[in-house]
């Protein structure tokens, strides 16, 4: 199979991309493929909180030239193999690059380098370079990137390696009308290129366990009883229906709508949910994207 690089990016923050690149990326390893998932949200890096890793080489230090891909990229895949439930599972390689949460790494990578304008174009070099190493290097499936919401330097840099970019709206707050301009602005300029958009509805409508709404801050998880339990009772509701209609407002074809679960939302370690509790609706909702076919292929 070649490598598909898919970019999560938005409009606005706090959407849902950082939660579901982690996720997808450790859903598609646990299911054999090699995978990478590069953290290229460079204004503020939040990798390393999900996996509780950091590193002592970072993605900042690769593109300034500082550093190799190796020296950069962490083997996180003895995590996924130990967190799947069946042991004779035979699962693949996750790679992470993360990048540097400190504040003078930001300010650099906000201020200084790639700012110049020859720079710019050395930047992008490294960037395309960066990919077709990883694709040598790592003989990965899938590139997974997270990206910085909306339309700075660097969230568009980093849509530049993708072959598909999810376009991530949390419902509730939506800019149907920035959306939209960004999806046909924006992503036209990549898509003339080949690559595909797709609208991801997150957070749609919301379900509440019963327990966790009383201490949202004490409850993280539930025991695999507790939650088969639970997700027999969730309501039904219509989160298809509502993408569909956006989707067409927005104009760009629906790959997911994932609804909202306040034990998600309050929980820590968000990442792993796709393999600690497998059961839970939304691993059953990554599953889904994991295994569509825009994901393997356009
Ligand atoms: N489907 C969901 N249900 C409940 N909570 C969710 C869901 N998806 C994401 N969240 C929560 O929403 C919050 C924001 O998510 P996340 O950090 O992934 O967004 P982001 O788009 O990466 O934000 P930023 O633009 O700041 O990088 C987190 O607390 C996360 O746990
Ligand atoms: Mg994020």
Same mark, same amino acid.
């Given at each position: 199979m070649t490598t598909r690089s898919i970019a999560f990016h938005s409009y606005? &923050? &706090?959407? &849902?991309k950082t939660t579901l690149a982690a996720n997808l990326a450790a859903k598609l390893a646990s299911e054999g493929y090699n995978v990478t998932l590069l953290? @290229?949200?460079?204004y503020a890096p939040s990798l390393q909180v999900y996996f509780d890793y950091y590193p002592e080489t970072w993605l900042n230090d690769l593109l300034s030239g500082n550093a190799k891909l190796s020296e950069v990229m962490v083997d996180i895949s003895s995590t996924v193999s130990k967190l799947v439930a069946d042991p004779g599972k035979k699962t693949g390689k996750l790679w992470v690059g993360f990048s540097n949460p400190q504040k003078e790494e930001i300010y650099k990578m906000e201020g200084g380098i790639g700012k110049q304008k020859n720079d710019k174009i050395e930047f992008l070099r490294k960037f395309i370079q960066v990919r077709e190493e990883i694709i040598d290097r790592y003989d990965c499936d899938y590139i997974i990137v997270d990206t910085s919401p909306g339309v700075r330097y660097w969230s568009i840099n980093a849509l530049? @390696?993708?072959?598909?970019?999810?376009l991530t709206l949390k419902f509730g707050d939506l800019d149907i009308e920035g959306t939209r301009k960004m999806a046909t602005d924006l992503y036209n300029s990549f898509t003339r290129f080949g690559a595909k958009s797709y609208l991801l509805l997150n957070r749609v409508a919301g379900y509440c366990v019963p327990e966790s709404s009383q201490a949202p801050h004490l409850h993280i998880h539930h025991d695999k009883q507790e939650m088969t339990r639970m997700i027999s009772s969730l309501p039904v509701t219509d989160e298809q229906e509502i993408g569909k209609t956006l989707s067409e407002q927005v104009g760009m074809d629906l790959i997911s709508a994932v609804p909202c679960y306040c034990d998600i939302q309050f929980s820590?370690?968000?990442? @792993?949910t796709v393999l600690?509790?497998?059961?839970h609706p939304f691993a059953k909702q990554l599953e889904k994207l994991a295994m569509s076919q825009q994901i393997k292929s356009d």
């Amino acid at each position: 199979m070649t490598t598909r690089s898919i970019a999560f990016h938005s409009y606005k &923050g &706090g959407t &849902g991309k950082t939660t579901l690149a982690a996720n997808l990326a450790a859903k598609l390893a646990s299911e054999g493929y090699n995978v990478t998932l590069l953290d @290229l949200d460079v204004y503020a890096p939040s990798l390393q909180v999900y996996f509780d890793y950091y590193p002592e080489t970072w993605l900042n230090d690769l593109l300034s030239g500082n550093a190799k891909l190796s020296e950069v990229m962490v083997d996180i895949s003895s995590t996924v193999s130990k967190l799947v439930a069946d042991p004779g599972k035979k699962t693949g390689k996750l790679w992470v690059g993360f990048s540097n949460p400190q504040k003078e790494e930001i300010y650099k990578m906000e201020g200084g380098i790639g700012k110049q304008k020859n720079d710019k174009i050395e930047f992008l070099r490294k960037f395309i370079q960066v990919r077709e190493e990883i694709i040598d290097r790592y003989d990965c499936d899938y590139i997974i990137v997270d990206t910085s919401p909306g339309v700075r330097y660097w969230s568009i840099n980093a849509l530049a @390696l993708a072959d598909a970019i999810f376009l991530t709206l949390k419902f509730g707050d939506l800019d149907i009308e920035g959306t939209r301009k960004m999806a046909t602005d924006l992503y036209n300029s990549f898509t003339r290129f080949g690559a595909k958009s797709y609208l991801l509805l997150n957070r749609v409508a919301g379900y509440c366990v019963p327990e966790s709404s009383q201490a949202p801050h004490l409850h993280i998880h539930h025991d695999k009883q507790e939650m088969t339990r639970m997700i027999s009772s969730l309501p039904v509701t219509d989160e298809q229906e509502i993408g569909k209609t956006l989707s067409e407002q927005v104009g760009m074809d629906l790959i997911s709508a994932v609804p909202c679960y306040c034990d998600i939302q309050f929980s820590r370690k968000e990442f @792993l949910t796709v393999l600690e509790h497998p059961e839970h609706p939304f691993a059953k909702q990554l599953e889904k994207l994991a295994m569509s076919q825009q994901i393997k292929s356009d």
